[in-house]
């Protein structure tokens, strides 16, 4: 089953390449105005022309009118891409078929709407070309040829192989790496701070109890000093001084008559 799916898959892309040689171009491209006016209209392989602006239509009705956030509109087998010139009010619009998948169409827009605004600029802000038309033919096949074999040339190119550092698996490796070592970094910091508070910890409870300085003695003022003077030198005269004796009493005398 598996390799019958594979050989399917080749085979549509075969069929796929083949078929852009063969007609490697476009269904239709048109240039008009937002009021409905066509300015230049480009019929390429057209092999389903009323499909083809039917397309258009449905597209023009799906993104200008309704708002449509994407620039792209399939319709049955075609796939349509506009872009949008506000300034001039512009529409550049594109039909493929769906199968063919080609990658430069945002290029041919592109290249497309700048050369139409400055080649028509003048005659766009006075309003001319909207009644005298434009010849655009040569212009848009000379772009159009040249990004075709741009494409062609780019297609044909051996492709380079990837380098293991820019495949997803080595994204998604480094990815992963990347988070596990956040991840490592994170929990090293954490236990370093856990050290470090352990540490903090033990030694401060090892410091010994802090002594006061035994009590010096306060300078005596001049007043104390004073004091402690006068107190001495009372001292001493107490010491020095005798105690008094009690005085004698007299004893009358008896007198002989």
Request: aromatic share 6%; hydrophobic share 40%.
């Amino acid at each position: 089953a598996v390799v019958s799916t594979q050989s399917a898959h080749y085979g549509r892309e075969r069929i796929q390449i083949l078929f852009e040689h063969i007609v490697d171009m476009l269904e239709l491209f048109t240039i008009f105005g937002k009021g409905g006016i066509v300015l230049f209209c480009f019929q390429g392989a057209c092999t389903q022309l009323v499909l083809s602006t039917t397309a258009i239509n449905e597209a023009i009705k799906n993104i200008l009118i309704q708002g449509a956030s994407s620039n792209s509109h399939v319709h049955k087998n075609l796939s349509v891409q506009l872009k949008q010139d506000n300034e001039f009010e512009l529409v550049f619009a594109v039909a493929v078929q769906k199968m063919l998948q080609l990658s430069y169409l945002d290029k041919l827009l592109d290249e497309i709407h700048l050369e139409f605004r400055d080649r028509y600029k003048n005659e766009l802000r006075d309003g001319t070309l909207w009644l005298n038309g434009c010849d655009f033919d040569s212009d848009f096949r000379g772009i159009l040829t040249k990004i075709e074999n741009q494409n062609r040339i780019q297609k044909a190119a051996p492709r380079a192989m990837k380098q293991f550092t820019e495949s997803k698996k080595f994204e998604k490796t480094a990815t992963a790496n990347k988070a596990m070592f956040e991840q490592d970094k994170s929990v090293a910091s954490t236990a370093a701070r856990l050290a470090s508070s352990v540490i903090s910890t033990v030694s401060g409870s090892e410091k010994p109890a802090p002594t006061t300085p035994a009590a010096q003695p306060a300078e005596m003022s001049e007043i104390e000093i004073a004091r402690a003077n006068m107190k001495k030198k009372m001292a001493g005269g107490r010491k020095g001084k005798k105690p008094a004796e009690p005085k004698k009493k007299k004893v009358p005398t008896a007198t002989l008559r």
